[in-house]
T-cell receptor, first 115, second 112 residues
């Protein structure tokens, strides 16, 4: 079956612009996660959705970052007034929580470059 | 907060065993995971161990957990060129907290 997909795969933008990154989770997965991976680092948690609501947004670095999941499936990560430090690979994952190990299935990521 | 650390690089001859180490600080960790990341591919869960276990074996993979020292290791037997990748350990701190905390990753290079 289809895995987690993310679009676009690459995004280049200028400092100060607004960007939207999209994640399509595996069908039936109620939990959705966003992580950010900077060069040479491990992924860092941003936000976790259970259904339509954000269950934990403690990883969002500041109020320029916002994410939605209006119908409990597709999610969009929105970044306002982008800064060069926002350049990273943004990873999305989905899972069925409550299944013991709660394996998170990751998408290929969106590489964001802010010039 | 939680902190997970790994050495950055490991080089191993093809056919030898690879041992990748990880230390973590959160004593309430419930599950600990090993993920593999290959160029152009997403993170793939390799194996995991529950915090009340001290060893788990899965084909060529052996996970050892020393809970007292908060040390986790991944041993890959008979390392092959296809094992070249970055390996991340990760932990979930307690039930109901679903977020993964990852280490910095260890880049495994296979020497022919």
């Amino acid at each position: 079956g289809a895995g987690v997909s993310q679009t676009p795969s690459n995004k280049v933008t200028e400092k100060g612009k607004y960007v939207e990154l999209r994640c399509d989770p595996i069908s039936g997965h109620t939990a959705l996660y966003w992580y950010r991976q900077s060069l040479g680092q491990g992924p860092e948690f941003l936000i976790y959705f259970q259904g339509t609501g954000a269950a934990d947004d403690s990883g969002l670095p500041n109020d320029r970052f916002f994410a939605v999941r209006p119908e409990g499936s597709v999610s969009t990560l929105k970044i306002q007034r982008t800064e060069r430090g926002d350049s990273a690979v943004y990873l999305c994952a989905s899972s069925i929580p409550g299944t013991g190990i709660n394996e998170q299935f990751f998408g290929p990521g969106t590489r964001l470059t802010v010039l | 907060g939680e902190d997970v650390e790994q050495s950055l690089f490991l080089s191993v001859r093809e056919g030898d065993s690879s041992v990748i180490n990880c230390t973590y600080t959160d004593s309430s960790s419930t599950y600990l995971y090993w993920y593999k990341q290959e160029p152009g591919a997403g993170l793939q869960l390799l194996t995991y161990i529950f915090s009340n276990m001290d060893m788990k074996q899965d084909q060529r993979l052996t996970v050892l957990l020393n809970k007292k020292d908060k040390h986790l290791s991944l041993r890959i037997a008979d390392t092959q060129t296809g094992d070249s990748a970055i390996y991340f350990c990760a932990e979930v701190s307690h039930f109901g907290n679903e977020k993964l905390t990852f280490g910095t990753g260890t880049r495994l290079t296979i020497i022919p």
